[in-house]
């Protein structure tokens, strides 16, 4: 069974004290892996594919990274304004739909 | 783009009584639109995948008769929520992925408070 898991469960971060996120997994064939942002309230907001080990992607202050069994999404210098929860979410080969299998998620709180 | 609609943004409603929630893509065609439940503090689980034109398949333990969803166009899926009660409220999240791209990345709308009393 495709399992994901998330840690640490909640983060508290100084602004501009780096740390990373991780988000391990076991699936039966990757299509890929995706993290997302989700704030109180809201939907899921995308931030980043990743499909094969070795493949990284950036945005502003975010770089996410993937190995054969997890995922480490590294926030740089952060601000108050990149507190929120943090998904991945794997999707298997096996899956023509696309179905997603979340993780519980990290909850990040930057402090000024 | 990639911008995915719900409405309503919340609704209370008497135990016993249905709800209908829409999801729209509002700038893309969608091959596929799934529908999720949140509790709070707790990650999104999988309701139902649904594709237009066809019945949606639902997950296991998801009661098909009491969720029930229709994918009526390219761009808009429902789910109604049939004789409600108190322990169906929860934050009900739709997302969609984009028929032209093929792309697996999924966009969710916005989600929708439910609060049955």
């Known amino acids: 069974e495709d399992q994901v898991t998330q840690s640490p469960e909640a983060l508290r971060l100084q602004e501009g004290e780096s740390s990373s996120l991780n988000c391990s997994y076991t699936?039966?064939?990757?299509?890929?892996l995706f993290w997302y942002r989700q704030d109180p309230g809201k939907g899921p907001e995308f931030l980043f594919t990743?499909?094969?080990a070795g493949e990284e992607k950036e945005k502003e202050r975010l770089k996410a990274t993937l190995t054969k069994k997890e995922s480490f999404l590294h926030i740089t210098a952060p601000k108050p304004e990149d507190s929120a929860t943090y998904l991945c979410?794997?999707?298997?080969?096996?899956?023509?739909?696309?179905?997603?299998?979340f993780g519980a998620g990290t909850q990040v709180v930057v402090t000024p | 783009g990639a911008v995915v609609s719900q409405h309503p943004s919340w609704v209370i409603c008497k135990s016993g009584t249905s709800v209908k929630i829409e999801c729209r893509s509002l700038d893309f065609q969608a091959t596929t639109m799934f529908w999720y439940r949140q509790f709070p503090k707790q990650s999104l689980m999988l309701m139902a995948t649904?594709?237009?034109?066809?019945?949606?398949?639902?997950e296991q333990g998801v009661e098909k008769d009491k969720f029930l969803i229709n994918h009526a166009s390219l761009t808009l899926s429902t789910l109604t929520v049939t004789s409600a009660h108190p322990e169906d409220s929860s934050f009900y999240i739709c997302?969609?992925?984009?028929?032209?791209?093929?792309?697996?990345?999924?966009?969710f709308g916005p989600g929708t408070r439910l609060t049955v009393t």
């Open positions: 979410a794997v999707q298997a080969i096996s899956d023509s739909w696309g179905k997603f299998q």
């Open positions: 649904s594709n237009e034109g066809s019945k949606a398949t639902y």
């Open positions: 990743l499909y094969s």
């Open positions: 699936v039966s064939g990757l299509r890929g």
């Open positions: 997302s969609a992925r984009d028929r032209l791209t093929g792309a697996f990345e999924q966009y």
